[in-house]
């Protein structure tokens, strides 16, 4: 698929606003806002921001990463990687440098073992003229099968945790020397063998030492663990919410999620299921403040990251696949990210 009708794909989307069927009490709707809606069978899959506020997003539906600038909403392809067909968990490893897992499904989260690789996109020693990152295969992981998740240790540079969903396991991987290990394995990561899909960790995020996780359809939806400096287990699991209280469509509990500044909320992107769901950190309780069952306003959110700038730091930047996982409860449209001001939630 090309990207070239982007540019009419956004003089089009206020039409396509207009035409869509209106909806009773979406929740949270005003505080709503489309950043951009990338064209029909885009899968937009993870988020991360860099320091001048651009949205960096991974593709599913090709192994691209995308920059947008949350303002205008204009979006430019900075990085195709080769001999892989997916991209997901993006994370800052170092200023303006990201890392990216990269692979191969050969179905709807289905990863090809084998096939998988950690990638850096380096800002600082990229193209001046283009503005478009280095990119830079950091190791390939051969005994991975679906790496998902990914987040940056803060007590040591250069390191990332990447997760795998089939394994259940945790991978520390060192951009600099490119050396990996198994680093957290824990039951809580494994996936519900009797699940229609193979997926358990999916979400990763570190706040504080501690990793936050979510389990896509075994309980714990959301855990975390704390770590130790290397990113190895520090401490048993504490579950945070042991299953979804809200409506289920097919069997998927939770996708990624962001943490605001304090970690007092996770906002978790429920994907099939079609909504934001706000879970607080210290109880556990859960709120939909975004989207409905068969609302499209993020319908298929996969995940989810807060602006890092004076005028966005309330800002939750929420990515979709535009309903792509389950297009029977509320259709599909291209993927999208879209702009959800918490502070009218
Ligand atoms: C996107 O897909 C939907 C559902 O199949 C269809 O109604 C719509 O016309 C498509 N939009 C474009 C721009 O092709
Ligand atoms: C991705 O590659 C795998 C083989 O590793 C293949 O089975 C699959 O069809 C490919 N997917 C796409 C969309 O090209
Ligand atoms: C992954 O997919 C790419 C592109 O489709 C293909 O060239 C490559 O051989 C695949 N790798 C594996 C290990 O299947
Ligand atoms: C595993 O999946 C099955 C089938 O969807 C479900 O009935 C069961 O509750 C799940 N187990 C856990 C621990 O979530």
């Keep these: 698929m090309h990207f070239a009708s982007l540019s009419v794909v ?17 929740h949270a709707s005003k505080a709503l806002r489309d950043v951009v809606v990338f064209p029909n069978n885009t899968w937009v899959e993870n988020i991360a921001v860099r320091s001048n506020g651009n949205l960096l ?54 990863g090809v073992p084998g096939s998988w690789s950690i990638w850096t996109l380096d800002y600082n020693t990229g193209n001046p003229s283009s503005k478009k990152p280095a990119g830079k295969e950091i190791t390939a992981i051969p005994p991975a099968v679906f790496l998902n998740g990914l987040a940056a240790l803060t007590t040591k540079p250069g390191v990332v945790l990447t997760g795998d969903s089939f394994l259940g396991q945790v991978f520390a991987v060192d951009v600099f020397s490119g050396r990996y290990s198994v680093a957290v394995d824990v039951p809580e990561f494994k996936r519900n063998t009797t699940a229609a899909l193979q997926l358990g960790i999916n979400g990763m995020k570190i706040h504080d030492g ?11 939806l959301l855990a975390k663990i704390p770590l130790s400096v290397n990113g190895n287990a520090a401490g048993p699991v504490k579950t945070i919410a042991k299953s979804a209280q809200y409506p289920i469509d097919i069997g998927f509990q939770a996708d990624d999620f962001a943490l605001d500044a304090t970690a007092e909320h996770a906002w978790v992107a429920t994907n099939p299921s079609n909504f934001i769901v706000r879970i607080t950190t210290a109880t556990g309780k859960q709120q939909i403040v975004a989207g409905g069952k068969s609302d499209q306003t993020v319908a298929g959110a996969t995940s989810a990251a807060f602006g890092r700038n004076w005028y966005d730091k309330q800002i939750l930047y929420i990515v979709t696949d535009g309903g792509l996982a389950d297009p029977s409860s509320a259709g599909v449209t291209g993927g999208k990210i879209i702009a959800l001001d918490t502070t009218k939630v």
Excluded: C, M, R
Excluded at 10 to 26: D, I, Q, R
């Design 10 to 26: 956004f003089a089009s989307f206020g039409a396509l606003v207009s035409s869509l069927p209106t909806e009773p009490a979406s």
């Design 57 to 110: 997003v991974t593709l599913i539906n090709l192994p691209e990463v995308w920059e947008v600038e949350p303002l205008s909403g204009s979006a430019k392809l900075v990085y195709s990687f080769p001999n892989a067909n997916v991209s997901l968990g993006i994370a800052e490893v170092g200023h303006d440098v990201f890392a990216v897992n990269v692979g191969n499904f050969s179905g709807t989260g289905v």
């Design 210 to 220: 501690s990793l936050y996780f979510t389990n896509s359809l075994q309980s714990p």
